[in-house]
């Protein structure tokens, strides 16, 4: 039996690179930006297209199928990033899980020298199913997104195609497979702050991370500060303690307690009130393989017509190196009336 004091619960095996990203002389190496932080982790978007459609995401035009990357042409990126120092590759979207080519992609990123954890992120449609070959290709990290334990408050959320009881029944094919599972939360106001407790709850009941993640303004929004989150959590009768356990993000972590004494972690990613930027290790390739430094920025280096018209892999870090070279110190996402290029495509 666990006590709270012992945290051998942490989810160690997911606490950020193994391997310092450093020259042979010690010094940091690899792709780093004028503010001097490494690029470790890169995100990938493998398709703009999503059977979802959440309230906080963005609306998308839908591309046509020859404008995302090809299989080859992502494991060509994912080698090409991988020598520049990227340790970790998390597989995003739209909904990646719509990709046929998924778990070979997901083979061709465990496979790719260098790489120590990849990771994909999901809205967990289609996760029952793909648990076991996801696995045999080598995932290692799972997150899947679950704003409501309601099924019908799921629908006004996520659209009708969005159906509870087949995330549920992925989760639960999901729990204890991977290295980390994790349960990613926008909070919504008005819509699901009141179950901020129950999802805690829920998550430590299967053995997976639940966190918080605050509304950024893709499509909207009124932003519920996590430091609400947490007051509502307190009042539900949560025991929370701060807890300096990091992940490779740049998710906060708070060790928790209910009153029936039920423990774990919480994660809280505060992107709007506590700017997560000064130790930002992650860079993004869209959907349209292009290369984005900023989550919150308006620019990107275009690697897939860069890869089509015959560019070397020279001429794709020259590309990749001159985006990051106006990587800013802080996102921009809090000023007023900023318009995002669109999520869908881009994949959080
Ligand atoms: N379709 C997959 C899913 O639902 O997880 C992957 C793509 S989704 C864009 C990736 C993550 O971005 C999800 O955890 C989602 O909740 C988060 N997200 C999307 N829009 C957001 C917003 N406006 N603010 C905060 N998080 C957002």
Redesign the pocket.
């Known amino acids: 039996m666990r006590t709270f004091t012992d945290l051998s619960h942490r989810p160690v095996t997911d606490a950020g690179p193994t391997h310092p990203v450093a020259d042979v002389h010690g010094r940091p190496a690899g792709l780093g930006d004028p503010q001097g932080r490494l690029i470790s982790y890169l995100r990938v978007s493998l398709t703009d297209k999503?059977n979802?459609k959440?309230v906080?995401?963005s609306p998308a035009e839908e591309d046509a199928p020859d404008t995302l990357l090809t299989r080859a042409e992502l494991a060509r990126l994912f080698a090409l990033f991988a020598g520049l120092g990227v340790r970790r590759l998390r597989l995003?979207?739209?909904?990646?899980t719509l990709r046929k080519d998924l778990c070979e992609i997901v083979a061709d990123a465990a496979s790719t020298p260098g790489i120590e954890d990849v990771a994909l992120?999901?809205?967990g449609h289609r996760l029952a199913e793909l648990v076991e070959p996801l696995h045999q290709a080598g995932l290692g990290s799972l997150?899947v997104?679950l704003d409501t334990l309601r099924a019908e408050r799921l629908h006004g959320v996520s659209g009708r195609g969005a159906r509870l009881e087949r995330i549920l029944h992925g989760l639960e094919a999901a729990a204890g497979r991977f290295r980390s599972l994790k349960l990613?939360t926008?909070v919504m106001k008005g819509v699901n702050e009141d179950e901020v407790g129950a999802l805690v709850r829920f998550a430590w009941s299967l053995g997976a991370l639940p966190r918080f993640?605050?509304?950024?303004p893709?499509?909207g929004?009124e932003v519920v500060p996590l430091s609400a989150v947490r007051a509502r959590l307190e009042a539900e009768g949560f025991e929370l303690l701060p807890d300096g356990w990091r992940g490779w993000g740049p998710a906060r972590h708070l060790r928790g307690r209910d009153r029936d004494g039920l423990e774990g972690l919480v994660g809280f990613i505060g992107?709007m009130t506590e700017n997560f930027c000064d130790d930002c290790n992650r860079a993004r390739v869209a959907a349209d393989g292009g290369f984005q430094a900023c989550l919150g920025g308006h620019e990107r280096a275009p690697l897939r017509e860069l890869m089509r018209a015959g560019a070397g892999d020279d001429a794709l870090v020259e590309a990749v190196r001159a985006e990051l070279s106006h990587k800013a110190p802080r996102h921009r996402m809090t000023e007023p009336g900023l318009v995002l290029l669109p999520?869908?495509g881009l994949?959080?």
């Open positions: 999503c979802f959440c906080y995401c995003t979207g739209g909904e990646p992120t999901t809205n997150n997104s990613n926008v993640i605050e509304q950024m893709f499509s929004g992107a999520m869908r994949g959080g």
